[in-house]
């Protein structure tokens, strides 16, 4: 049984970087529970019988979870947890436990990758079995098979964690696999793929994973820690393939292209897009996918917009040059403004990401942000304030010996409580952000703007429902 359970808000479990609540976003929607279809793919391989459900999109309750776990009675149960849900994630386990107690639990999520000691006094790990911290696509089917045959074998599984007479073991060596390819699609036969909607079409949107790590210094980012500074690129016709797969079969033609920057390789960019423009493929599809503002030019644009690219989501981060730099980002206010002007030109629309909350910033700081966000002029925008993830240069360097592990569980980009390592307050941030963010998508010409570009009805009541969302988070 391979489940997100009914916890909190809609969190982005599958989403190792950017565990975010969706609900309190100003501009992300639901995407695709595509872990849990790895898992269910490649157990299926080993001959197991899955139960797969999304109980946080299908907007059900623990009672009606509860219900399916007798019903299915599984031995194993895997869960997808993040740092925000983990308590209530666990409360749902010890509900479970009480109904069968000799079900094993699988718990995968970034806070499990080579945890530290303080991790386990800091949570009640007591009714789970097994943590997985590494790339679980690769670590489920070994995990699964030495549960059930022969469980000497844990010790030679990399990126987990076990109990070993009542104590916890952590096999800290992970090696990151290179052949992506070799992995199946995800099982999207049992994923609710009706439910995972992109709101500028109203269609349902997939999310295709195109390429594993990053090479660049974000000193906030989890990536290069998870998966490595080695960008492990899949193959362009591997890609190509499950778009195909996704039109033929599940008659999805909208996509996000799921990369820590899906840019940083031209060569496969253009190849990818060729492929599409080749195959017609274009004229049925749309797409989504991320980049920095230094890996773009206008000859990767302009292919990438007649293959279907429909938005870019671009990290801007900040509207100070100082935090750019101290932050690790490597690039410039300058830099911002030509990547911006450039989607514009190609008619590329704009999800601007903006950070603030680092540990040297003040007003002046956030002030500069607040008026680099207008001058760049996206066309969606999401401000969050920087969690110090575990093992990351900004925890390591400015968290450690300050706050506690459990101080930072719990909580997410949007709504956190930390102030023993930042000059401002959690209030000022998030009074902050709400701020910004309400003067920014209640300007007159933007919702004029806006609101001209609308070609049918349900893409204008998913506005009305983001609008409301907004002014909900915003003025609560």
Known sequence: MVIYPPTGKFFQRGE???????GSSSANSLRACNDLGYVSAILKQFGFNIFLKDYQALKLNLQELLNDFQCQNPDILFISTTNGSIFDDLKVISEIKKIKKDVSIILKGAIFFNPDKELFKSIDLTDVDYLIGGEVEFIIGDLVKAIYDDKNLLKNIEGISYKENDKWVTNNLYHFHEDIDSLPFPDRSLMPNELYINPMTNKPMALITTDKGCCFNCRYCLSPILSGKKVRNRSVVSIFNEIKDCVNNYNITNFFLKSDTFTVNKQNVIELCNLLIESKLNEKITWVATSRV?????EMLSIMKKSGLKLMSVGFESGSQESLDKMGKNTSIEKNLTASKLCKKYDIEILGHFLIGFPWED????????????????????????IPYMKTPIYEEFVVDKVQISDILGFD????????YTKLSPKYMQDFRKHVLLKYYTRPK????????????????NY???GLRLLKNTLS
């Open 464 to 466: 009305i429902h983001y």
């Open 446 to 461: 933007y919702i004029i703007k806006k609101l001209s570009e609308i070609k049918n009805i349900p893409v204008l009541k």
């Open 363 to 386: 007003k002046s700081h956030l002030e500069a942000t607040k008026k680099h966000i207008f001058d760049v002029d996206a066309d969606y925008i999401e401000i969050s304030i920087v």
């Open 413 to 420: 980009s949007y709504n956190h409580i930390f102030e023993k």
């Open 16 to 22: 190792d970087r950017c565990q975010i609540d969706v």
């Open 294 to 298: 230094d890996t773009i030019d206008e």
